[in-house]
C-alpha cells in the first residue's frame, strides 16, 4: 500500500454504536402508549477517513441529519461514543467546534440577511484567531476565490447571491475556520440541476487542493456516484451497507441498495423523487419491524427475515452489508452510466 493509501485509510472520526431516540409519550395524540418513542438512531457505527469524501444515503427520515448533528457535536447520542482524534477528552469540545463544519441544504436560511460577507466571515476570523485584524480582508478574498466567488462578493448581502453563490459562501463561511472535516447535508438538494454540478465539482476541488474530509449527505445515489469514494447507505436508522463507490454500484449486497441503484435512470441528479424508490408502506420509526427492518418491502426475504435482525457484517474486502441473504443475491444489470463506460 501506499503512503496516500495509507493516510486514506486514517480514520478522522468515528462513531461507535450510536443511538438517538426521542420519547414523544403524551406529546403525540398518536404516540401514546408503548410506540410513543421514535427510533431516529439505532445502533450506528460509521468512521470517516483522512480525506475522503465518504457519501451518507438514504430515503427521508432514515436519520442521516440526526446523524450530521451527533456528528458536528450539536446534538447528545442517547448512547453510544464518538471519538475525534483529538488528543485528550478536555480539548475535544473545543477543538471539534471548530474543525468539524457544517453545510446544510438551504444556504439562504443557513445565512444571517443582515451581515455582508466581510462582516460575516471577519467575525468568525477574528472569534477564532485565524488572522490577525490586519490580515482579515485578504483572508476574505482568498476564502472567495477559494470557492469561486469574485471580490465584489465581499461586500454584499446573502440576498443578492443565486442559490449556487449562496452555497458557495455558506462554504466559505464553513471553511474560514480552517476545518478538517466538512458536513454537508443535502447541499445541492434545493439547486437547479444546472447549478448542481458546479457545486458538487467544487466539494471535489476542494477535497483535492485542501485534503478535507467530507461527509456528503443526499437523498440519492445519483448525485453522490462521481463524487465519494465510499458510500454508506442508511434505512430507518441504521447503516445497512457500506463499501467503496465503484463496488457499491458494481455489486451491491443489500436489496435496499439495489432499489436505489435501479431507481437511478428515472430520477435527475439531486432531485426529489417523485415516484417512491421501493414499493410497500414507510416504515414507522415509532414501530421498528422486527428482524430485518426491511423485511417488510424486501423482495427477497423470506420468513427467516422477519426474526433474524442483521448486523453489519463483512461480504468484501472494505464492503460490508446488514442483510442474511447479501451472498447469495443475484448479480445486477450494470446502470445506464455504468454501460456507457463499457
Ligand atoms: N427533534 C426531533 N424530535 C422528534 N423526532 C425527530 C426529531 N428530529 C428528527 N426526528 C425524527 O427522526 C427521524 C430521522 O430524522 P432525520 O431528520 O435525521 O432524517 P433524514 O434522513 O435527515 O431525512 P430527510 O432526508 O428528510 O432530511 C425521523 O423520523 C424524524 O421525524
Ligand atoms: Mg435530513
Known amino acids: 500500500m501506499t503512503d496516500l493509501q495509507e493516510r486514506e485509510k486514517t480514520e478522522i472520526l468515528r462513531v461507535a454504536n450510536i443511538s438517538k431516540t426521542y420519547d414523544l409519550g403524551g406529546r403525540m395524540p398518536w404516540s401514546r402508549g408503548p410506540g410513543s418513542t421514535l427510533t431516529a438512531l439505532d445502533g450506528v457505527d ?129 471553511l474560514a475556520v480552517r476545518p478538517d472535516v466538512l458536513i454537508a447535508d443535502e447541499p445541492v438538494s434545493a439547486l437547479d440541476v444546472s447549478v448542481q454540478a458546479t457545486i458538487l465539482d467544487l466539494f471535489a476541488t476542494l477535497q483535492k487542493e485542501l485534503g478535507l474530509s467530507i461527509l456528503f449527505i443526499a437523498h440519492n445515489l445519483a448525485v453522490v456516484q462521481h463524487l465519494s469514494q465510499r458510500v454508506a447507505v442508511m434505512y430507518l436508522g441504521r447503516i445497512v451497507e457500506v463499501a467503496d463507490t465503484a463496488e457499491l454500484f458494481s455489486n451491491p449486497r443489500h436489496p435496499y441498495t439495489r432499489a436505489l441503484i435501479d431507481s437511478i435512470p428515472r430520477m435527475n441528479p439531486g432531485s426529489r423523487n417523485s415516484k417512491p424508490i421501493i414499493d410497500g408502506e414507510p416504515p414507522s420509526p415509532f414501530d421498528v419491524p422486527a428482524g430485518c427492518r426491511f423485511s417488510p418491502r424486501c423482495a427477497f426475504a423470506s420468513e427467516e427475515c422477519t426474526v433474524v435482525d442483521p448486523h453489519l457484517t463483512a461480504v468484501a474486502t472494505d464492503h460490508s452489508a446488514a442483510c442474511i441473504k447479501s451472498v447469495a443475491l443475484p448479480s445486477i444489470a450494470p446502470t445506464g452510466d455504468q454501460k456507457e463506460n463499457q
Not at 100 to 121: C, E, G, I, K, T
Not at 134 to 140: D, H, I, K, L, Q
Request: aromatic residues 4%; positive net charge.
Open 46 to 174: 460509521l468512521d470517516l477517513r483522512s480525506g475522503e469524501i465518504l457519501a451518507l444515503v438514504g430515503e427521508s427520515g432514515s436519520g442521516k441529519s440526526t446523524l450530521a448533528k451527533i456528528l458536528v457535536g450539536s446534538l447528545a447520542p442517547t448512547t453510544g461514543s464518538l471519538d475525534w482524534d483529538a488528543p485528550t477528552d478536555s480539548q475535544r469540545g473545543r477543538h471539534a467546534a471548530r474543525r468539524v463544519q457544517m453545510v446544510f441544504q438551504d444556504p439562504y436560511s443557513s445565512l444571517n440577511p443582515r451581515l455582508s460577507v466581510r462582516a460575516m466571515l471577519s467575525e468568525l476570523l477574528l472569534l477564532h484567531r485565524i488572522v490577525p485584524r490586519s490580515g482579515v480582508t485578504a483572508e476574505c478574498l482568498r476564502l472567495l476565490n477559494q470557492v469561486g466567488l469574485d471580490a465584489d462578493a465581499l461586500d454584499a448581502y446573502p440576498s443578492q447571491f443565486s442559490g449556487g453563490q449562496r452555497q458557495r459562501l455558506a462554504i466559505a463561511r464553513a
